[in-house]
Every structure is written in structure tokens, then in C-alpha cells.
């Protein structure tokens, strides 16, 4: 993704990408500060933000096309 494609990018698009990110870092972090990596309190909020993440970007992926 280059600057002038970032530059257009929706901002919401944008926000559900994130949101994805935040959930991999989310868990990431989680199993190596606290050396639990199967904890299902953990998965519970990784894959709300995870599920959230990939739908939004999913969604506004879509360009406005007239059918």
C-alpha cells in the first residue's frame, strides 16, 4: 500500500483494520507476559476484535458499484 493509497483510504476502513492489528498484539502480548496461551477469557476478546476487524475491512472493501 503506497502513501497516495493510505492517503485515500476510508477512515472506518481504516479503524476495522486497526481493530484486526490490536487483536493480534492483543494476544501476542498477552501469552508472553503472562505465558498462558490458551485461556478462553482471551479468545473471547481476540476473537470479538479479530471477527469485528476482518468483517469491517471486508465490508468497506467493496466498491460502490451501480447494478
Given at each position: 500500500?503506497?502513501?497516495n493509497e493510505l492517503k485515500s483510504l476510508n477512515p472506518i476502513k481504516l479503524?476495522?483494520?486497526v481493530l484486526a492489528v490490536v487483536a493480534i498484539l492483543i494476544y501476542i502480548s498477552w501469552g508472553i507476559s503472562f505465558g498462558v496461551w490458551w485461556d478462553?477469557?482471551?479468545y473471547s476478546i481476540v476473537i470479538i476484535f479479530l471477527g469485528?476487524?476482518?468483517t469491517g475491512t471486508l465490508l468497506y472493501?467493496?466498491?460502490n458499484e451501480i447494478v
Open positions: 500500500m503506497n502513501v479503524f476495522y483494520m478462553s477469557g482471551l469485528f476487524g476482518i472493501s467493496k466498491k
